[in-house]
T-cell receptor, first 115, second 116 residues
Framework: EAQVTQNPRYLITVTGKKLTVTCSQNMNHEYMSWYRQDPGLGLRQIYYSMNVEVTDKGDVPEGYKVSRKEKRNFPLILESPSPNQTSLYFC??????????????FGPGTRLLVL | AQKITQTQPGMFVQEKEAVTLDCTYDTSDPSYGLFWYKQPSSGEMIFLIYQGSYDQQNATEGRYSLNFQKARKSANLVISASQLGDSAMYFCAMREGYNYGQNFVFGPGTRLSVLP
């Protein structure tokens, strides 16, 4: 089944404790993104990647890191989480840029609570 | 400035009736794409429909259609014959230009409740 998977789905952590949220897609998509969703703000892009080893900042990159060492994986790293990073996080992938094919396929989401 | 505006935080519709969810956008790029996504209470994001800025006809996908008025910069989602399963958050989104990732923005969403 074609899908984007994220782990963990739910996470409670404490301020300053490094964490990684994994994202993997099995559709051979070149393009991947991370978003956070907060009430009343919709989804905001954190980072995106256009290919292996090619990443760039989105609208809200502060406090996050990403890597793209393999085409299928795009982990999100919070080196020192803070309470304002409590949010719902989505990973998404897309087969190409431009046109209808840039429809993004989303993972199931990761709910993060930072105490 | 907000690039995507959804002025209806919440909407109610009777089952089997049609409903229109509003979306206006702001861009100076002649090339852009408009998307609608559905987010049920379970949380996943489901792609519904796409409209390109150069498309001459309004997009349709089953019970979903997009009322694209380019001069007014509006891209309203029309759901015909509403079903109880349509109760969800609905997000309008826009991608400007051809480069992936850059300038892909979402609106704040509209919560639709379908009444039996």
């Amino acid at each position: 089944e074609a899908q984007v998977t994220q782990n963990p789905r739910y996470l409670i952590t404490v301020t300053g404790k490094k964490l990684t949220v994994t994202c993997s897609q099995n559709m051979n998509h070149e393009y991947m993104s991370w978003y956070r969703q907060d009430p009343g703000l919709g989804l905001r892009q954190i980072y995106y990647s256009m290919n292996v080893e090619v990443t760039d900042k989105g609208d809200v990159p502060e406090g996050y890191k990403v890597s793209r060492k393999e085409k299928r994986n795009f982990p999100l790293i919070l080196e020192s989480p803070s309470p304002n990073q409590t949010s719902l996080y989505f990973c998404a992938s897309s087969p190409q840029a431009g046109g209808a094919q840039e429809t993004q396929y989303f993972g199931p989401g990761t709910r993060l609570l930072v105490l | 400035a907000q690039k995507i505006t959804q002025t209806q935080p919440g909407m109610f519709v009777q089952e089997k009736e049609a409903v229109t969810l509003d979306c206006t956008y702001d861009t100076s790029d002649p090339s852009y794409g408009l998307f609608w996504y559905k987010q049920p209470s379970s949380g996943e994001m489901i792609f519904l429909i796409y409209q390109g800025s150069y498309d001459q006809q309004n997009a349709t996908e089953g019970r979903y259609s997009l009322n694209f008025q380019k001069a007014r910069k509006s891209a309203n989602l029309v759901i015909s014959a509403s079903q109880l399963g349509d109760s969800a958050m609905y997000f309008c989104a826009m991608r400007e230009g051809y480069n992936y990732g850059q300038n892909f923005v979402f609106g704040p969403g509209t919560r639709l409740s379908v009444l039996p």
